[in-house]
């Protein structure tokens, strides 16, 4: 027993030692008294972890952006990749990308990069412009769907006919 029972213990004085956003370090006096004269002190010190919970949502810096690819990009190569940001931590924080809107087959996203990936050649006389909307959710529990980017894809011409 640290102090014997019949000593009134006041209130403990609490000193912030150092802080960050998420953990909090801080020294915790009690000061016991057994008459006027003598009294008893102890000093511990308390980590103090704050946990996060998921009240951020992903977002992009942009709600849309443009892109130039030429024609001749080679079907499996990345054409951009997308960087939506979530100001939790962990699990709360780990963004995942979802195509929500796509022409046909000519595109795909990794789920975990966010990169956007051409899956079928492309031809400027016969499709000059495309869009795709790129979703966002995080991993937390419960997840948290954010904000949407909208890619347009300009076909960039290259002289692929040749003279009549």
Known sequence: MLFPSYLPIYLPLITLIASSVRNVCCAVRFIAFKNQTAHYALCIQVDVTILDVNDNVATFEMK???????????????????????????????????LLDSPGRIFSLERRNGRLILQQPLDYESVKRYSVVIGTRDEGSPSREGQNLTVFIEVQDINDCSPK
């Not at 690819?69 to 962990?90: C, F, K, L, M, Q």
Request: proline fraction near 3%; avoid cysteine; charge should be negative.
């Open 64 to 98: 849309e952006v443009s892109i130039w690819v030429p024609e001749n990009a080679e079907v499996g190569s990345t054409i951009y990749e997308a960087h939506a940001r979530d100001a939790d931590d962990n699990e709360n924080g780990q963004v995942t990308y979802s």
